[in-house]
């Protein structure tokens, strides 16, 4: 009975639909105390004083502490960074509450406890704060500049500069002898991330045991208990951490953060739980922010198009501290800055900087939709350069000719596990009906329509299944690339999966479910699948890097296939045959070619329970577990087509149609698949058409909430052509790739190259994201001055 490939609805939506699903906002403990953070109003600022006292003094407030306070009392260090990219990388410490400087607006400077929710936001109003204003560094061109230090005491605010760049003259070489060149100014905006359910804590003590159980709204649950164990100095055995049910993560529940830190500090210290669930405005300054660049780029090509040389250059705005990835995240896109294509020549060089705003790290493809879209929007440029449509210069330039391949070693030295980009080009560009949407294109610029047509399109490759540990060791992150699976079978021959990765919409116990059944040849219903509690798994590396299936999955077959092989050697001594002998058909077990000997492979699990005729030296039980290191990353790749109208008249743009052609390798449940590159779509044209996060001069966010932060809703986005081709990964024995975030790698560039084809007639040949309505109006309306005059 196959199961692997099938459309199957997902186990956990009935729980999640219905309400009996917990998020931590759900779970009560009695005598909980509610955390208030008092923020900085003030980008940069030196803290003269705090007041509490009044704050004190307001109904149900129990206790009060400014940073100072904490600095004395508390055994808390700074907040953790996991990824320090350089050896001299600058790392200021960043406590979890503000101590002698503000460095954003939004770093907590006191933190107020009551025994209501809405106490401990009343009662922060009462404290006062006197500031000492510092000139506040708001953006990373500012902060290259060096006009002001948004850490006065660093000296600087370049952070690092980190290059894979191993012969910058031959570089240069190539591109001083190209034919044809092409550069670019391009700026990735910052996002904010906008979950379905904002961040929570609540951490429980057990006073007299010593232990504390932390819930959080994590992405990343056995990560977070060692890292708050280093932290807080409280042993890592005495710490256990739930991830309930968790709406949503996008990498920026991926994170160690002050109120998690001081959730439990103050727990530990006073001996009742300690609570806070983020507002949806407070979360626009209290959760780490997206993106975040600004990117050069040059382009070498001869006379055919074909690429000679690519060359990089990145400045990333870090924000006030590093948080747990801060500096890598922009290092996850270096390796792709040439995409999909042969090129001999490359080099990228990525400079971090400090600013005072929200810090920045891992948000929804992290690094890898900045580097597709400098790479696929710099083919546009030069395919208009070249004289040939967007298509063609990507058939002139993609790796091994587009042809199928495995193990291809990239220009930037990865070796992509395999590809095979023409057909999933031609796939996309039948789908969309591109001769079609051109002579629309055609038809409506012959006829001077105030509505014009844009066809953008992006071929992309990311990076996935982040692993082996060797290779993250070698560019300095802290934790491994493996993960850890349990599987079991119980005495009534049910089956227990225990999971490293950890779920946040992803539906890992459908697909986790899927994989044992089509291995054993049992029925998906019959598998349980336990995640996200570092006390039921206790080894793991959680989810993030669009790893669980390709990390997490694998590990969970693996195990599989071991618990099948023990299954076999039982079942072979009770028949007196060779275990080499025995083989699984159907969810039987049977020596081959004798049906008649035929045993349910469920029935296994109680004879191993009661031990009863084992071989002579076999353990009890049917339990196997594997910790799965992959050789290789996973690379996932696809074609986007975006199809836009761009009102000539108001500057205002409407997605009309979008198809998606993604390869992921094998598919688990191709119904998830689409899910997921359904909403990768949608947050990646957000960033291309509407979100940003906008600040003043001053560093003050200016639309900290969903009134003025464009989170797209259903009416801006049409029904979409999602299609696949397949192209089994050579990294692992399932030949599955990642697809968690492949939608959004690919689609703002499809999206902003639409908007650019529309606009061409105008001589425009770029757009700042986002392409607001009043961006474009100003574009056109310049563009037609100008051809007036």
Known sequence: ?????????????????????????????????????????????????????????????VAAYTGADLA?????????????????????????????????????????????????????????????????????????????????????????SWALDPDPDAVQAALDDSVHRVSARFVQQRLIPSAMEPRGVLAIPSPHGGDITLYSSTQVPHILKVMVAATTGIPEHSIRVIAPSVGGGFGAKLNVNADEILAVALANKLKRPI???????????????????????????????????????????????????????????????????????????????????????????AGRPEASYAIERGMDLLAAEVGVNPEEIRRRNYAVGGEAFENWESPSGLVFDSGNYRPNL?????????????????????????????????????????????????????????????????????????????????????????????????????????????????LGLDTYGSRSLAVGGVAIAMATDKLIEKAKAIVAHQLEASPDDIVLDEGNLMVAGSPDTATPIQSVGFAAFSAHDLPE??????????????????????????????????????????????????????????????????????????ECAEYDDHGTPLNPSLMDYLVPSPTEVPSMTVDSTVTPSTTNPLGVKGVGEAGTIGSAAAAINAVVDALSPYGISDIEMPASPQRLWRLINAAQEGAST
Request: glycine fraction near 10%; proline fraction near 6%.
């Open 1 to 61: 009975m196959a199961v692997m490939g099938t459309r199957m609805l997902r186990k956990e939506d009935p729980k999640l639909l219905t309400g009996e699903a917990k998020y931590v906002d759900d779970i009560h403990a009695a005598g909980e105390l509610w955390m208030g953070m008092v923020r900085s109003t003030h980008a940069n600022a030196r803290i003269d004083s705090v007041d509490v006292s009044a704050a004190l003094e307001q109904p149900g407030v």
């Open 72 to 160: 004395e009392g508390y055994w808390i260090a700074p907040l953790p960074c996991a990824w320090p990219v350089t050896p001299d990388m600058l790392n200021p410490p960043h406590f979890p509450v503000a101590v002698e400087n503000a460095r954003y607006v939004g770093d907590i400077v006191a933190v107020v406890l009551a025994d209501s929710r809405y106490g401990a936001n009343d009662a922060i109003e009462h404290v006062v704060v006197m500031y000492e204003d510092l000139p506040a560094v708001t953006t990373v061109e500012v902060a290259a500049s060096g006009d002001a230090l948004a850490h006065p005491d660093l000296g600087t605010n370049k952070a690092y």
């Open 275 to 365: 609570r806070w669930t983020e507002s949806r405005s407070e979360a626009a300054m209290s959760t780490t922010q997206g993106r975040g660049q600004v990117q050069y780029i040059e382009i070498g090509a001869d006379a055919d198009g074909k690429l000679t040389a690519i060359k990089a250059h990145i400045q990333a705005d870090l924000g006030a501290y590093m948080q747990l990835i801060t500096p890598g995240t922009p290092l996850l896109g270096s390796f792709l800055y040439t995409g999909v294509y042969a090129c001999p020549a490359f080099g990228f060089v990525c400079d971090g900087y400090f600013t005072n705003l929200t810090p920045t790290d891992a948000y929804r493809g």
């Open 426 to 538: 031609d796939k996309a560009l039948e789908l969309a009906d591109i001769a079609e949407l051109r002579a629309e294109q055609t038809r409506r610029r012959e006829a001077g329509d105030s509505v014009q047509l844009g066809i953008g399109m992006c071929t992309y490759v990311e990076i996935c299944g982040l692993a082996p540990s060797r290779a993250l060791g070698d560019l300095g992150y802290a934790a491994g690339g493996w993960e850890h699976a349990t599987v079991r079978m119980l005495p009534t021959g049910m089956i227990e999966v225990v999971s490293g990765s950890t779920p946040h919409g992803q539906g890992h116990e459908t697909s986790w479910a899927m994989i044992v059944a089509d291995k054993m040849g049992i029925d998906p219903a019959h598998v349980t699948v336990l995640h996200s509690d570092t006390a039921l798994s206790p």
């Open 617 to 690: 030296g076999m353990e009890p039980n049917l339990q196997e577990q594997v910790s799965f290191d992959p050789p290789n990353f996973a690379f996932p790749f696809g074609t986007h087509v975006a199809v836009v109208e761009v009102d000539t008249n108001t500057g205002g743009v409407d997605l009309i149609d979008y198809i998606a052609v993604d390869d992921c390798g094998n598919q688990v449940n191709p119904l998830i698949v689409e899910g997921q590159v359904h909403g990768g779509i949608v947050q990646g044209v957000a960033q291309a058409l509407w």
